[in-house]
């Protein structure tokens, strides 16, 4: 199957041997809960690498958590522009995929462009949105806050300012701050953002 040209541009695109001649009625591997899905390089905080094992039972339960809160449903379109080696890029490719959802993915150039990833989001209509605080504050610095408006905005991986938490929750639909080191499998709390708080939690 060929890459999109957008994918390939680019990029030198490499054939894996063993994908070559595979049966596609192939019977697919019994997966178990106990299996690897993934392993993720961190520092965490510590400064020192090290791998962390991601299994199939962490990260299904993670999903199953996040689909109850904040929430995702089969009409939802998750706008993804977040890097594979970002532990938070598996609830915007998994998440969807178990719900019935949609996912829009934001290429490079969406990605470092502020600009253009607001129009991706509005020719796509989205509805949910994660990122970092970093992020939104630059999308408040180009002034299209319109854009925020339908979005269920789950903003996490740094701290999140109480200026620019009161700030974005008068203009989306939903604000979320999330925190969880990559050892508890992305996200481990949760707080929806009421407007009220003298803190972020």
Same mark, same amino acid.
């Given at each position: 199957v060929a890459l999109p040209a957008g994918l390939a541009? @680019? $990029?030198a695109v490499l054939t894996l041997p063993e994908l070559q001649g595979v049966d596609a009625h192939a #019977?697919?591997?019994d997966v178990h809960p106990d299996d690897l899905a993934y392993v993720l390089y961190t520092s965490g905080s510590t400064g *020192?690498?090290?791998g962390v094992r991601?299994?199939?039972?962490?990260?299904?339960? +993670?999903?199953c958590s996040m689909r109850e809160a904040p929430g995702c449903a089969r009409d939802d379109v998750l706008c993804s522009a977040t890097t594979l080696s970002f532990d938070i890029a598996a609830l915007e490719l998994y998440l969807p995929l178990i719900c019935g959802a949609q996912v829009v993915i =934001?290429?490079? =150039?969406e990605h470092r462009d502020p600009e253009a990833l607001c129009r991706l989001i509005e020719r796509h209509r989205c509805t949910m +949105?994660? #990122?970092t605080p970093s992020l939104m504050a630059l999308l408040q610095e180009v002034g299209r806050t319109q854009v925020l408006a339908p979005l269920r905005l789950l903003v996490g991986g740094e701290a999140l300012p109480l200026p620019l =938490?009161? #700030?974005? &929750? @008068?203009?989306? $639909? *939903?604000?979320?701050?999330m925190y969880g080191p990559t050892e508890t499998t992305v996200w481990s709390?949760? &707080?929806r953002i009421d407007g009220g708080e003298n803190a972020v939690p």
């Open positions: 541009d @680019g $990029r #019977t697919l591997p *020192e690498p090290k991601i299994l199939h039972r962490n990260l299904v339960n +993670f999903l =934001a290429d490079d =150039a +949105f994660q #990122t =938490a009161r #700030t974005l &929750h @008068g203009q989306c $639909r *939903e604000l979320w701050n709390s949760l &707080h």
